[in-house]
């Protein structure tokens, strides 16, 4: 089964940047759709944004124009960058994939990382 790992968290001053990396290992047959989730205190995990296998992606209207996801099938890791980022993106951010099985079409599984903590404040 795959792991995942995320990376890249930390403190941030409004308006600043960071960059999100969600690394793959174990045995993967195919790596389909990845996505970031987050989970600030008190609140529900939500989407942040998402990118298909064949790079088609899909963002939380919150974070539209700020952040870029992005993947590297050669290497089965995917990032997110954020730009501009305000208070309210300070959560605990967590990778997500959906894995192909190998024999068996249109099967896969789910797997999460174990999250990233991301802080904006002054």
């Known amino acids: 089964q795959v792991r995942l790992v995320e990376s890249g968290g930390g403190l941030v001053q409004p308006g600043g940047s960071l960059r999100l990396s969600c690394a793959t290992s174990?045995?993967?047959?195919?790596?389909?759709?990845v996505g970031w989730y987050r989970q600030a205190p008190g609140k529900e995990r939500e989407l942040v944004a998402d990118?298909?296998?064949?790079?088609?992606?899909n963002y939380a209207d919150s974070v539209k124009g700020r952040f870029t996801i992005s993947r590297d099938n050669t290497k089965n890791t995917v990032h997110l960058q954020m730009n501009s980022l305000k208070p309210e993106d300070t959560a605990v951010y967590y990778c997500?994939?959906?894995?192909?099985?190998?024999?068996?079409?249109?099967?896969?599984?789910?797997?999460w990382g174990q999250g990233t903590q991301v802080t904006v404040s002054s």
């Open positions: 174990g045995s993967i047959f195919r790596l389909n759709t």
């Open positions: 990118i298909t296998r064949a790079a088609v992606t």
């Open positions: 997500n994939a959906r894995v192909g099985v190998a024999g068996s079409p249109g099967v896969e599984y789910v797997s």
